[in-house]
């Protein structure tokens, strides 16, 4: 525990990191140095000996109720009435901004399958394919929320817009991995699941309204263990039912500024610890040339196919000049949401360990790029003014 805080945190303070890779960053960069493919190769005995089967175990359960208790706060940010209201606008820019990436990832993972030591043991193609593809379209909207809090861009129109476009595509990321993890040999669990879930929604929101706001805090969480104890019984990880829980929340349940708080405190007290446990599980065995390689045209499909994806929502949106490339660089933002996302993948065996180093390296180096990329454009004269909408979706200026 000692290493997993100091060192990522005195590398950041020291080399002042935070333009280029704020904490979170180095964070997860350190959990991939600590791993067997660079310490455990470097000081073989020195890893085996801190990384110990049981110490392995104790980080593993941290780091499971961390991601939770994140994906959880994720899913309840989602503001579905905001992306409603701005409905054309919202679905073309989300679609596109999904879309592209996607295709251009999954082209890549099938070129991938051409070659051993990609594919999970209890992968089919199509889950394989898919599942890359998303990967290289997932925004992280947590952490999307903590860079535009950073730029000074959050509260501001464009930055409400983005949480909009961010919002949609975290949802339908949620939904394409439900359905790749769909088990057609066991999906009378998942209905059962499914349709339980619903009747509890009802009971649960119901709940939520008649208890003071002191106690919804200890009934969220109760809620939280109950929904994704029920998914990974289902067959549909943990995980998936940690989003639904949050999903189905309202944010004005909480005080936004203790929600706020919470967040931050989870990220600083406990994520750190999921952050080496990832790292933990990278794998180099098909050659480290092949894994940067993989990641290097992973990265080449997520940069390209979503900037170019912003960029045709600008041309039939009529945004001004600049607006999608910027919009596009925050929407670059993956880190833990992506991290999160292959996890689950490799857990369910559908990615080896290498194609996980592959994508974990794509996540860190998309991510490091969005506050170099976009800073210099806000200060641009006019990046930040009010936009509007009429009715039919098109912006025009004010």
């Known amino acids: 525990m000692a290493i997993i805080f100091a060192v990522p945190y005195a590398v950041w303070r020291v080399c002042r990191t935070?333009?280029?890779?704020?904490?979170?960053?180095?964070?997860?960069?350190?959990?991939?140095?600590?791993?067997?493919?660079?310490?455990?190769?470097?000081?073989?005995?020195?890893?085996?000996?801190?990384?110990?089967?049981?110490?392995?175990?104790?980080?593993?359960?941290?780091?499971w109720w961390a991601v939770m208790l994140f994906v959880m706060i994720a899913g309840i940010e989602l503001?579905?009435?905001?992306?409603?209201?701005?409905?054309?606008?919202?679905?073309?820019?989300?679609?596109?901004?999904?879309?592209?990436?996607?295709?251009?990832?999954?082209v890549v993972a099938m070129g991938m399958l051409g070659f051993d030591g990609w594919i999970g043991s209890q992968g089919l193609p199509w889950q394989f394919v898919v599942g890359v593809g998303m990967a290289c379209a997932v925004t992280a909207l947590p952490i999307l929320i903590l860079f535009m809090?950073?730029?000074?861009?959050?509260?501001?129109?464009m930055g409400q817009r983005i949480l909009r476009y961010a919002s949609l595509d975290?949802?339908?990321?949620?939904?394409?991995?439900?359905?790749v993890?769909?088990?057609?040999?066991?999906?009378?669990?998942?209905?059962?699941?499914?349709?339980?879930?619903?009747?509890?929604?009802?009971?649960?929101?119901?709940?939520?309204?008649?208890?003071?706001?002191?106690?919804?805090?200890?009934?969220?969480?109760v809620w939280l263990a109950i929904c994704a104890f029920g998914a990974d019984w289902a067959g549909l990880h943990f995980m998936?039912?940690?989003?639904?829980?949050?999903?189905?929340?309202?944010?004005?349940?909480?005080?936004?500024?203790?929600?706020?708080?919470?967040?931050?405190?989870?990220?600083?007290?406990?994520?750190?610890?999921?952050?080496?446990?990832?790292?933990?599980?990278?794998?180099w065995d098909v050659g480290g040339s092949a894994v940067f390689f993989a990641a290097a045209a992973l990265l080449v499909a997520s940069v390209a196919g979503k900037l170019l994806g912003v960029r045709i929502a600008g041309r039939l949106l009529g945004w001004r000049p600049g607006e999608a490339s910027i919009i596009g660089w925050l929407l670059q933002t993956k880190a833990l949401i992506m991290i999160i996302f292959a996890n689950i993948l490799l857990d369910k065996r559908i990615i080896?360990?290498?194609?996980?180093?592959?994508?974990?390296?794509?996540?860190?180096?998309?991510?490091?790029?969005?506050?170099?990329?976009?800073?210099?454009?806000?200060?641009?004269?006019?990046?930040?003014?009010?936009?509007?909408?009429?009715?039919?979706?098109?912006?025009?200026?004010?």
């Open 181 to 221: 993890l769909m088990d057609w040999e066991r999906i009378g669990r998942q209905v059962a699941f499914l349709v339980a879930f619903g009747l509890a929604c009802i009971v649960f929101r119901k709940l939520m309204r008649a208890v003071p706001m002191r106690d919804r805090w200890y009934v969220m969480l």
């Open 352 to 398: 080896t360990s290498e194609t996980f180093t592959a994508l974990l390296l794509m996540a860190v180096a998309s991510t490091m790029l969005t506050i170099p990329m976009v800073t210099p454009k806000l200060r641009t004269p006019g990046a930040l003014r009010t936009d509007a909408a009429d009715p039919a979706g098109r912006l025009r200026q004010p």
């Open 240 to 283: 998936v039912g940690a989003f639904l829980a949050g999903v189905v929340m309202d944010a004005e349940w909480f005080e936004q500024e203790a929600m706020d708080l919470l967040r931050h405190h989870v990220l600083l007290v406990v994520m750190p610890v999921f952050f080496l446990s990832t790292g933990l599980r990278t794998s």
């Open 79 to 106: 503001d579905v009435r905001k992306a409603w209201h701005n409905r054309r606008e919202t679905g073309v820019t989300a679609g596109l901004a999904l879309g592209l990436p996607l295709a251009a990832g999954a």
């Open 18 to 63: 935070d333009y280029w890779a704020p904490l979170v960053v180095v964070q997860i960069i350190a959990g991939i140095l600590l791993g067997p493919g660079v310490l455990g190769k470097a000081v073989p005995e020195f890893h085996a000996t801190v990384f110990t089967a049981d110490v392995i175990t104790a980080l593993n359960g941290i780091a």
């Open 170 to 179: 975290d949802i339908a990321i949620w939904g394409v991995l439900a359905l």
């Open 149 to 157: 809090e950073k730029l000074e861009i959050l509260r501001a129109p």
